[in-house]
Every structure is written in structure tokens, then in C-alpha cells.
């Protein structure tokens, strides 16, 4: 069973004080891993597709890496305005158009 | 270019009783994706419409939730027979055929079943 597990559940920065979010996955075949930015009472706002192994997508103060069993989020000198649930998603091999999901990672950036 | 909208954006109703939710996807989007978020979990795939091909089933929960797409564009959610456990955020993504790396997703629908 395709599986995406996030971690962690909750994470507390201060302004400016970079770090990382996990995304492992388990599937069948990979065709794409894709990060989401939620906030509260919102729809999830794309952020990144990534496709293959060592491949690296940039914006802002956010950039996102991929291997061939966890994706990364990291993010620089985070601001309050990142504050949000981060959700990572894959497709998989077979022809289904749907994605999987993760449970997300919330942070909270205080000032 | 407006982008996907869903209505109601939220609903109280009675278990037991039926309820039905509505997606507007994006202009020229003829695919529609239909997604459940409980509290706590996980964007849980339930459906999607692809074109003029078969929707794909395979993530609906029971035989109580239904879907349909008229005239490929607007979609409506339809839950039967409510239970406490239905309640969640409903969120509808619509893209492009073959785009299920660019979809956009709606505010959603706050379903709470008392």
C-alpha cells in the first residue's frame, strides 16, 4: 500500500531560525512528489512538484529536495507569514491520476 | 481568473439526513478531483472525473457517497444517510486532463453532522 508520512506532526520556530521538514514515502513507483502550503480554512496552494532523485525546486525562503525515499522541506530565516500546515503528496506509477497524502507538518513561526 | 469555488462553505445537518456539495471548477479544467479532511488526518482521496472517460471510484467510503459531473464542468458531492463520522473538510481540485501535478484546490466545504 502506497504509504507518506510526515514529520513532525507540529513544529515551533523563531523568527529566522531555519530548519527542515521530512516527507518518507513508500510506493510502488514514483511519478511525482508534490508540497502543499495550507492555511487555516483555506484549500492547499502548490508549491513544488519534484519528479526524480537529486532534483531540487526553489522559491523564496523555501526549497525542496527529493531521494528516493523522503523529500525535504527546508526553509531559510523563516518569517511569521510562513506560519501554515505543509502537506506533501505523491502520484504513483499505474496510470491513476490521484494523489496520496500525508498528514502534514504545522509551523508556527513566532516573532 | 477566478479559481475553484465550492458551496456551501459550511453545513450543519442531522444524522441521517442528505447532503449535497458543489464544486465550480476553473474554466477549461476537465478534470475534477473530490478529497475528504478529517481532523487530524491526511487529504483522503474519494473520487475524480477525468474528461469524458469513467470517473474513478475507487476512493469512495461507502455506498452512500456519490458524485456526478454535468455537462463536464460542475460537480456535486452527495452524501446519503449522514453519520457523525462523515463530518470533515470536503475539498474539490480541479486541472488540466492528465494534470494531477497542477491541481488547484477549492476553500472546501465544513460538513459537521450532529
Known amino acids: 500500500e502506497d504509504q507518506v508520512t510526515q514529520s513532525p506532526e507540529a513544529l515551533r520556530l523563531q523568527e529566522g531560525e531555519s530548519s527542515s521538514l521530512n516527507c518518507s514515502y513508500t510506493?510502488?513507483?514514483?511519478?511525482?512528489l508534490f508540497w502543499y502550503r495550507q492555511d487555516p480554512g483555506k484549500g492547499p496552494e502548490f508549491l513544488f512538484t519534484l519528479y526524480s532523485a537529486g532534483e531540487e525546486k526553489e522559491k523564496e525562503r523555501l526549497k525542496a529536495t527529493l531521494t528516493k525515499k523522503e523529500s525535504f522541506l527546508h526553509i531559510t530565516a523563516p518569517k511569521p507569514e510562513d506560519s501554515a500546515t505543509y502537506l506533501c503528496a505523491v502520484q504513483t506509477q499505474g496510470g491513476s491520476e490521484k494523489l496520496v497524502f500525508g498528514k502534514g507538518t504545522k509551523l508556527t513561526v513566532n516573532p | 481568473g477566478a479559481g475553484v469555488s465550492q458551496s456551501p462553505s459550511n453545513k450543519v445537518t442531522e444524522k441521517g439526513k442528505d447532503v449535497e456539495l458543489r464544486c465550480d471548477p476553473i474554466?477549461?479544467?476537465?478534470?475534477l478531483y473530490w478529497y475528504r479532511q478529517s481532523l487530524g488526518q491526511g487529504l483522503e482521496f474519494l473520487i475524480y472525473?477525468?474528461?469524458?472517460?469513467?470517473?474513478?471510484k475507487s476512493g469512495l467510503p461507502s455506498d452512500r457517497f456519490s458524485a456526478e459531473r454535468t455537462g463536464g464542468s460542475v460537480s456535486t458531492l452527495t452524501i446519503q444517510r449522514t453519520q457523525q463520522e462523515d463530518s470533515a473538510v470536503y475539498l474539490c481540485?480541479?486541472?488540466?486532463?492528465?494534470?494531477?501535478?497542477?491541481?488547484?484546490f477549492g476553500p472546501g466545504t465544513r460538513l459537521t453532522v450532529l
Open positions: 481540485a480541479s486541472s488540466l486532463l492528465y494534470r494531477a501535478d497542477e491541481q488547484f
Open positions: 472525473f477525468q474528461g469524458n472517460s469513467a470517473p474513478d
Open positions: 510506493v510502488s513507483g514514483l511519478r511525482g
Open positions: 474554466s477549461g479544467h476537465t478534470a
